[in-house]
């Protein structure tokens, strides 16, 4: 199964953009890269996703790599209610057996 | 408003006993999941179910039961059989159709089991 590798906690001002990166080398060409994320003692939340193009929604951007193998979610303006765990993660065919790591724990600060 | 349900909250349970955990989606996804997380960790997939009347073991199956007798419904059994049952457990529905399957996710049951 597909895995991928992110920092374990990432910092950030409160205001400024962030780069929460994400490194999946054994991506195969029909797996969507996912990222989601989750606030305490909540069930995890769609942020956005994408195949081979960048992608922009109203909660983030992400960046793939052409060989996309890597991948990065941008956070334009981190705001304190964007501190949570993020996790990456590739999903194929009904994502079943999709693996959720341990994701990136993000800190704002004010 | 479309989603997922998930009830109670918070459960206690006696160790030795087993317990049921609800889950019910009204987003008309044909998939349905049910995940396992442990402080500080991530989620680890219990079962799945594509259809009615069909499941499959994920990860971590061992000591877990599940139906699918209705498309909206997916109960979780924690049974007796499972060692460490202490956890937070998610519930999550997708669709099938031809990606990018996105997962839509139930707020938890915490259970503590004592």
């Known amino acids: 199964d597909a895995k991928t590798t992110q920092p374990n906690s990432m910092e950030s001002n409160e205001e400024e953009p962030v780069h929460l990166p994400c490194n999946h080398s054994?991506?195969?060409?029909?797996?969507?890269i996912h990222w989601y994320r989750q606030l305490p003692s909540q069930g995890p939340e769609y942020v956005i996703h994408g195949l081979t193009s960048n992608v922009n929604n109203r909660m983030a951007s992400l960046a793939i790599a052409e060989d996309r193998k890597s991948s990065t979610l941008i956070l334009h303006r981190a705001t304190l209610r964007d501190a949570a765990v993020y996790y990456c993660?590739?999903?194929?065919?009904?994502?079943?057996?999709?693996?959720f790591g341990a994701g990136t724990r993000l800190f704002v600060k004010a | 408003d479309g989603g997922i349900t998930q009830s109670p909250k918070y459960l206690f349970r006696k160790e030795g006993q087993n317990v049921t955990l609800s889950c019910e989606q009204n987003?008309?996804?044909?998939?349905m999941y049910w995940y396992r997380q442990d402080p500080g960790q991530g989620l680890r997939l219990i079962y799945y179910?594509?259809?009615?009347?069909?499941?499959q073991k994920g990860d971590i199956a061992e000591g877990y039961s599940v139906s699918r007798e209705k498309k909206e419904s997916f109960p979780l059994t924690v049974t007796s059989a499972q060692k460490n049952p202490t956890a937070f457990y998610l519930c999550a529905s997708s669709n099938l159709a031809g990606g990018p399957y996105e997962q839509y996710f139930g707020p938890g049951t915490r259970l503590t089991v004592t």
């Open positions: 993660i590739l999903m194929y065919t009904g994502g079943f057996k999709t693996i």
């Open positions: 987003l008309n996804h044909d998939a």
């Open positions: 054994t991506i195969s060409g029909t797996d969507y």
């Open positions: 179910s594509q259809i009615v009347n069909d499941f």
